[in-house]
């Protein structure tokens, strides 16, 4: 229970949307996830900055999700402050040169969308991959054998006193689907690296690559991939080979279309995503001596 005075602390500081026990499976892309504590949409980069350095001093845990399509919440909920940066500050999108400048809450169609318009080539890779752009770097989001590595020149980023600063490229470590930008610290925006490309040319690639997804991927809720691919080989494949495409616990399922995606049958619980991971993780290893790595993060109740 959130006492009041905590939580017109962080209003005042906010701005924007707060919200008292919000249930995360309505913020997160496998529909599965108890609730938030205290669910903030601060109002702007001000807002975000007062609210995180008061966390701090105040010894509360803070966390920054996007469209939550790579979480899973546990079902008993997560203690703290969840901020999602949907507000219109955090959404703008625009073009100098040849560099896309995007808020971190800005959501990869809308800037694939606006690539099209523009005529700026570059980012086709990210079409249909759902989530925000900051979760995309905090991600290393990719496809196609392209990542965001390949084409970030930089992020803003607001550090757990409130402070902000700018990393160009230089400080920025990637590797498979991770950035070296600590928990901790927040991505507020990016700036990535374009050229010039006919509108048409860009679109038919978009569609090319969403037609080629709606083709290998399940369709209903999930998280997309569950576990890393291993070097050299293919979760979804090992899953597949180990006998468990298909199975299920609870309402959760092992897709019958790609044994590396989990999906919600309607009314899963985090717990038996959580079982069917391990069961995936343990007949892999019995089969091929390999250990699967999560590609989804698991938050934890009490850690950011
Ligand atoms: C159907 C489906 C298909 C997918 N296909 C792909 C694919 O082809 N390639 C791929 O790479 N991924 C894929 N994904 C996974 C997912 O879409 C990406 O990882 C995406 O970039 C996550 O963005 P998000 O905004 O949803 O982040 P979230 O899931 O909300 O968060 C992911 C992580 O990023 C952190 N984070 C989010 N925003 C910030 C921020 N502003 N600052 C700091 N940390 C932040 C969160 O704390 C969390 O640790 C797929 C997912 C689904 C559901």
Same mark, same amino acid.
């Given at each position: 229970m959130v006492e009041e005075?905590?939580?017109?602390?962080?209003? +005042?500081?906010?701005?924007?949307?707060?919200?008292?026990?919000?249930?995360?499976?309505?913020?997160?892309?496998?529909?599965?996830?108890?609730?938030?504590?205290?669910?903030?949409?601060?109002?702007?980069?001000?807002a975000f900055r007062k609210l995180v350095s008061w966390a701090r001093t105040m010894g509360i845990v803070t966390r920054v999700i996007g469209s939550g399509s790579n979480i899973l919440v546990p079902d008993e909920g997560i203690k703290g402050i969840t901020i999602r940066l949907s507000s219109p500050s955090f959404r703008m999108i625009g073009v100098r040169g040849d560099e896309m400048l995007c808020g971190a809450g800005a959501r990869i169609s809308d800037l694939v969308k606006y690539c099209i318009e523009k005529g700026m080539g570059g980012l086709e890779f990210l079409a249909a991959i759902p989530g925000t752009v900051g979760g995309a770097v905090a991600?290393?989001?990719?496809?196609?054998?392209?990542?965001?590595?390949?084409?970030?020149?930089?992020?803003?980023?607001?550090?757990?006193?409130?402070?902000?600063?700018?990393? +160009?490229?230089?400080?920025?470590?990637?590797?498979?689907?991770?950035?070296?930008?600590?928990?901790?610290?927040?991505?507020?925006?990016?700036?990535?690296?374009v050229s010039c490309r006919r509108s048409g040319e860009i679109r038919e690639e978009v569609a090319g690559h969403a037609a080629e997804r709606r083709r290998r991927f399940p369709e209903g809720p999930s998280a997309g991939s569950i576990f890393k691919n291993p070097p050299g080989d293919y979760a979804g494949r090992m899953i597949e080979a180990a006998g468990l495409k298909g199975e299920t616990c609870g309402r959760a399922q092992i897709s019958t279309v790609h044994a590396n995606f989990i999906v919600n049958l309607g009314g899963a619980r985090a717990v038996d995503v959580l079982r069917l991971i391990e069961m995936a993780g343990e007949?892999?290893?019995r089969m091929f001596s390999v250990e699967l790595e999560p590609e989804i993060d698991i938050l934890s109740e009490v850690t950011a």
């Open positions: 005075d905590i939580l017109n602390e962080i209003k +005042g500081r906010a701005g924007g949307e707060v919200m008292v026990n919000e249930m995360m499976l309505r913020h997160t892309t496998l529909r599965v996830g108890g609730p938030a504590e205290v669910f903030v949409e601060p109002v702007d980069l001000p991600m290393n989001a990719g496809a196609w054998g392209r990542d965001i590595a390949g084409v970030i020149r930089g992020v803003t980023v607001v550090h757990a006193d409130g402070s902000v600063s700018r990393i +160009g490229r230089d400080g920025l470590a990637f590797g498979y689907r991770k950035c070296s930008i600590p928990r901790g610290e927040f991505i507020v925006s990016a700036t990535f690296g007949a892999v290893q």
